[in-house]
Nanobody, 117 residues
């Protein structure tokens, strides 16, 4: 069973930076897709950034140009470098890893990011 553990969240002032990390364990087959989603209070979970096994990336519109997703394939880790943070980036950030064959779709417990104005 794939388990994901996020770290690196916290409180930061607007304009600051944070780096999130996610470690995956229990993996027999490397994820096809790893990445980050977030959910703010009263809102639906939304895409932040994902990266494929081939290194292709996709970002949510609100974070393009500010956030960068990267992946360490050997260590089964995924990172999210967040720069120029805004108060609207405040949310719980969730790590995700999934694969089609064999199928799994795993989520971490989430890490809180709070950006003060």
């Amino acid at each position: 069973q794939v388990q994901l553990v996020e770290s690196g969240g916290g409180l930061v002032q607007a304009g600051g930076s944070l780096r999130l990390s996610c470690a995956a364990s229990g993996i027999a087959f490397s994820p096809s897709l790893m990445g980050w989603y977030r959910q703010a209070p009263g809102k639906q979970r939304e895409l932040v950034a994902v990266i494929t096994s081939g290194g292709s990336t996709n970002y949510g519109d609100s974070v393009k140009g500010r956030f960068t997703v990267s992946r360490d394939y050997a260590k089964n880790m995924v990172y999210l470098q967040m720069n120029t943070l805004k108060p609207e980036d405040t949310a719980v950030y969730y790590c995700s890893a999934n694969r089609g064959i064999p199928y799994y779709d795993s989520w971490g417990q989430g890490t809180q990011v709070t950006v003060s104005s």
